[in-house]
């Protein structure tokens, strides 16, 4: 089984509108509603893909129900912790006129510890062997970053894979327990290592190397119009972006890591389960709401390339 991971999940409200201007009434295009968290969206689309998850973690109040109900109607099996106080929403707004993406990102929930210890139990209880473990995003108020470290403790004992996509330095104290795959994207690869200097393809894969040497199994890079980068003891892939025009940008790297899993489970080779990611996530990218994999399109635009040239 997959489990999906999300400590701090959203609604996230995109709006489409010609122009934003202050102090006055904007009458907007368009807008919509998506239940969200970064954890939540690799459920959806492994869903799309036909691979089978259980979306969990912790939220509350009307506003998670609402994500559940999401979740539910999609097929997919949820086990999330509640408490009170309500699960964020996020305001992602798409000027025409500027060709900007305004976005607007607000806190979650106080999670008391109660309910952290109750959840990490839920997982100790339930993993077996060769299950996955996908932990995406921020956390809520009152999680503190080490829960990365519980949460690669049980996997290792549980002897489950576990995949990282979140930016706190504490991803650097799971290395010990030998992630199965990290998913930084090139800013956050960078300040891992506090590195300053522009991220070329060399300082990318030297950086990622790091991460392997420590513990890590594979590192997936996301390097937003520049593709993206896979690393492991075997191969130092590079594959570049499709054209696009950007509309929503907030759940591409989601879909990235959700499709590059999807395939990797359907045992399709490293090569085909990164072009197809890339092309996810840019189509995801240039559209209100998560790809619908119709990517005739994009597939042919993206090459992926062994080593750094």
Not at 40 to 53: A, D, E, H
């Amino acid at each position: 089984m997959i489990y999906t991971i999300t400590l701090n999940p959203a609604i996230d409200l995109v709006i489409v509108t010609r122009k934003l201007k202050p102090q006055v009434v904007n009458r907007t295009e368009k807008f919509e509603l998506q239940p969200n968290g970064k954890g939540v969206n690799v459920s959806f689309v492994l869903k799309k893909l036909g691979i089978t998850s259980v979306a969990t973690g912790i939220g509350g109040g009307f506003t998670l129900d609402y994500i559940v109900s999401g979740l539910k109607e999609k097929g997919i099996q949820t086990n999330f912790f509640k408490v009170k106080e309500p699960t964020r929403v996020n305001v992602f707004t798409n000027v025409i006129d500027e060709n900007t993406e305004y976005k607007e990102v607000n806190p979650g929930p106080v999670i008391n510890q109660t309910v952290q210890d109750k959840f990490l139990q839920y997982l100790t209880t339930n993993l077996v062997t060769n299950d996955i473990v996908v932990i995406s995003g921020s956390f809520s108020k009152g999680i503190k970053p080490n829960i990365l470290v519980e949460i690669a403790k049980i996997a290792k004992n549980k002897k489950a894979k576990l995949v990282i996509d979140s930016s706190y330095p504490a991803i650097l104290d799971t290395l010990p327990f030998q992630p199965f795959l990290l998913k930084p994207n090139d800013a956050e690869l960078a300040k891992l290592f506090n590195c300053k200097e522009k991220l070329t393809k060399k300082k990318i894969v030297e950086l990622s190397q790091k991460l392997l040497a420590g513990g890590c199994k594979n590192v997936l890079v996301s390097l937003g119009a520049r593709g993206a980068a896979l690393i492991n003891n075997n191969h130092i892939l590079f594959a570049n972006a499709p054209k696009i025009k950007v509309v929503n940008s907030a759940c591409a790297g989601d879909t990235m890591l959700g499709t590059f899993i999807a395939l990797l489970e359907k045992n399709k080779p490293v090569e085909e389960a990164l072009k197809m990611a890339v092309a996810a996530g840019s189509d995801t990218a240039s559209r209100i709401g998560l790809t619908e994999f119709d990517l005739d399109e994009l597939l042919p635009q993206i090459s992926v390339k062994e080593g750094m040239n």
